[in-house]
């Protein structure tokens, strides 16, 4: 391939990067006369341990981070890469944590529900407009709009499921070495063959959700 032909091949690939990070962008630009557009998604609904985290985040108006997408659909080194640039060009984003103790107590809705609230009323900014995933936020006095899969239709609830994604998986890689044996580092706690293994060799940990393992302890 010559070097004008590997010129153009590389035009073509940025060509419909842009492409499809526009389509992307439909809720962005419907609400395009707001200043502060916040995206809102949690992770970790399901895991047996660890607690669950939400992110919100506001970027920049016009803000291109090429290759944003929904954090599943990503592989480890290009999440990283994008955390990094989403932290790096955020207007303001925060991450919010809550715990298996809480989780337990309220059910993972309602833990769900108040990990996104803290991660918003965090950021140093207050949105005009929340982009959320799927649900509904009670106790929120900003205009808001739930999109189904949103973190495949929104840029800015792509970047806080990665930001959310990319911290929570740090947390489970440090909790792997307090708990060794579960593989935390490898499953995030969720209940893949191993863990559900050691927790019948190991029982549970002061991190696991007793309400989602009473089946296996």
Not at 23 to 49: H, L, N, T
Not at 104 to 109: F, R, S, Y
Request: proline share 4%.
């Amino acid at each position: 391939m010559t070097k004008e032909e590997k010129e153009a091949k590389a035009k073509e690939k940025l060509q419909k990067e842009r492409a499809r990070l526009y389509g992307m962008s439909e809720y962005e630009r419907k609400y395009s006369e707001c200043e502060y557009i916040c995206g809102v998604d949690e992770v970790g609904r399901g895991p047996f341990a660890g607690p669950v985290m939400a992110g919100a985040v506001i970027l920049p108006k016009d803000c291109e981070i090429l290759y944003l997408n929904d954090s599943k659909k990503l592989s480890v080194k290009r999440r990283e890469a994008l955390y990094a640039e989403i932290c790096e060009k955020a207007v303001s984003y925060h991450v919010a944590r809550v715990e298996p103790e809480r989780i337990d107590e309220v059910n993972i809705l309602q833990a769900t529900l108040e990990a996104m609230r803290e991660a918003i009323n965090n950021l140093s900014v207050k949105p005009d407009i929340i982009l959320v995933d799927a649900v509904h936020i009670p106790d929120i006095d900003i205009e808001q709009e739930s999109i189904v899969k949103g973190d495949a239709k929104s840029v800015s609830i792509a970047a806080a499921s990665i930001v959310a994604k990319v911290t929570r998986d740090h947390v489970m890689e440090e909790y792997a070495k307090e708990y060794p044996g579960y593989g935390f580092e490898r499953n995030m706690g969720y209940g893949t063959a191993e863990h559900r293994e050691a927790l019948g060799r190991l029982g549970a940990t002061p991190i696991h959700r007793r309400t989602f393992i009473h089946n296996y302890v």
